[in-house]
């Protein structure tokens, strides 16, 4: 009976350290699932950050490189209009030259008309035989009838001239009203059809950021002009 007590013992004291290796093991495990999941959980958030960084990276780095485009926009604009202001000013220098080299040449025909003209007058009034009164008097009538012609001369030519620049800035504005019409026309063009061709469109039909700005968000944003113009020969 002593000895059958002893082995119940023993094999309780057995069964209560097995239970207890058992719980210590399943707390190792959950100790082990906790920390695998505590270093999941950290390293998920590395990732979060690291990704969050790399946004902030890439939004710094578009708005650098808006800014950059902006910066050089502005200078080429700013470059254009001093190089019209430059263009500008060599065109008024030099239709100042032409205008004084005009009317140092109109002066000088004036001249040679007036000296023809009295000398004609002289000519055919005689005035050589006349006595110096009368020549003084008579010079002095033919100097005013000359420079009544010579007024006359130059109000014709005025006339005609403006009828000229006239004709000129008329012709001028039918061929702005004729561009105009013709622009119109291609813009309702390509607002009929480039949609349907987004993707095909050849380089060159739409010039510029005015002909993208007809359209809306969506197309400015998926449109990426071929390569290719199928207008040159060369790719043909």
């Given at each position: 009976?002593?000895?059958?007590?002893?082995?119940?013992?023993?094999?309780?004291?057995?069964?209560?350290?097995?239970?207890?290796e058992?719980?210590?093991?399943?707390?190792?495990?959950e100790?082990?699932?906790?920390?695998?999941?505590?270093?999941?959980?950290?390293?998920l958030?590395?990732?979060?950050?690291?990704?969050a960084?790399?946004?902030q990276?890439?939004?710094?780095?578009?708005?650098?490189?808006?800014?950059?485009?902006?910066?050089?926009?502005?200078?080429?604009?700013?470059?254009?209009?001093?190089?019209?202001?430059?263009?500008?000013?060599?065109?008024?220098?030099?239709?100042?030259?032409?205008?004084?080299?005009?009317?140092?040449?109109?002066?000088?025909?004036?001249?040679?008309?007036?000296?023809?003209?009295l000398a004609?007058?002289?000519?055919?009034?005689?005035?050589?035989?006349?006595?110096?009164?009368?020549?003084?008097?008579?010079?002095?009538?033919?100097?005013r009838?000359?420079?009544?012609?010579?007024?006359?001369?130059?109000?014709?030519?005025?006339?005609?001239?403006a009828?000229?620049?006239?004709?000129?800035?008329?012709?001028r504005?039918?061929?702005?009203?004729?561009?105009?019409?013709?622009?119109?026309?291609?813009?309702?063009?390509?607002?009929?059809?480039a949609?349907?061709?987004?993707?095909?469109?050849?380089?060159?039909?739409?010039?510029?950021?005015?002909?993208?700005?007809?359209?809306?968000?969506?197309?400015?944003t998926?449109?990426?002009?071929?390569?290719?113009?199928?207008?040159?020969?060369?790719?043909?």
């Amino acid at each position: 009976a002593e000895k059958a007590s002893e082995m119940r013992k023993q094999w309780y004291q057995r069964r209560v350290r097995g239970e207890s290796e058992r719980m210590e093991v399943r707390k190792a495990e959950e100790a082990a699932k906790a920390e695998v999941r505590n270093q999941l959980a950290v390293r998920l958030a590395h990732q979060k950050e690291d990704e969050a960084e790399l946004q902030q990276i890439r939004d710094e780095l578009a708005w650098e490189e808006e800014e950059e485009q902006n910066r050089l926009r502005e200078k080429a604009e700013q470059e254009k209009r001093i190089r019209m202001r430059l263009e500008l000013q060599e065109v008024e220098r030099q239709q100042l030259q032409v205008k004084a080299a005009k009317k140092h040449l109109e002066k000088q025909e004036d001249e040679r008309f007036r000296q023809e003209m009295l000398a004609k007058f002289a000519e055919d009034d005689r005035i050589e035989q006349m006595n110096a009164q009368k020549r003084r008097m008579k010079q002095l009538e033919h100097k005013r009838a000359v420079e009544a012609l010579i007024d006359d001369r130059r109000a014709r030519f005025e006339a005609e001239k403006a009828s000229e620049m006239s004709e000129i800035e008329d012709e001028r504005k039918r061929q702005e009203m004729r561009q105009q019409i013709i622009e119109e026309e291609r813009q309702k063009l390509l607002q009929e059809h480039a949609q349907k061709l987004l993707g095909y469109l050849p380089k060159g039909v739409l010039r510029d950021q005015k002909d993208l700005s007809l359209f809306d968000e969506e197309f400015r944003t998926n449109f990426v002009p071929l390569q290719v113009d199928f207008f040159d020969e060369k790719n043909w």
